[in-house]
């Protein structure tokens, strides 16, 4: 079937109007990359505030909730263990200590396997010189 040429000739006319009345493809393009790139401005920008944001707030919690202060006091104010005293005792000695009542004791093993009876010994002189 041929076409009928006044059909042909209508729709050239309509083709070539309708082409002449709206933007061209280039411009059509340049609008989508504008768009485009505002849209990556506006993305970056946004990333940029929020990480400020978190970079501010975090920064203000570690100033305000500093516990150095709190610890270097809790140091300076430990109480410190007092000195005791190691006396090392013969037989006569020792016995006498075993034969006290509610003498806490102990035997230790120690890592080279020799064995040691210990014994706490309470007294009134904490500062007697070791033996």
């Known amino acids: 079937m041929k076409p009928d040429p006044d059909h042909a000739e209508l729709l050239h006319e309509l083709l070539d109007e309708s082409a002449a ?9 340049n609008l989508v990359r504008a768009e485009k790139a505002r849209r990556r401005q506006r993305r970056t920008l946004a990333g ?9 707030l975090s920064a203000v ?6 516990p150095a202060p709190q610890l270097a006091q809790q140091i300076a ?7 005791f005293a190691v006396k090392r005792v ?9 034969a006290q009542q509610d003498q806490p004791v102990a035997l230790v093993k120690l890592p080279n396997g020799e064995r ?16």
């Not at 940029?48 to 501010?56: I, T, Y």
């Not at 104010?77 to 000195?83: G, V």
């Open 21 to 29: 009345s709206g933007p061209s493809a280039n411009a059509v393009l």
């Open 48 to 56: 940029a505030v929020a990480g400020l944001a978190v970079l501010g």
């Open 61 to 66: 919690l570690l100033l305000t909730n500093d």
């Open 77 to 83: 104010t430990a109480p410190t263990a007092e000195p």
């Open 90 to 98: 013969d037989d006569e000695e020792f016995l006498k200590l075993l």
């Open 116 to 131: 040691r009876l210990l014994m706490v010994v309470h007294q009134a002189d904490a500062t007697s010189p070791v033996d």
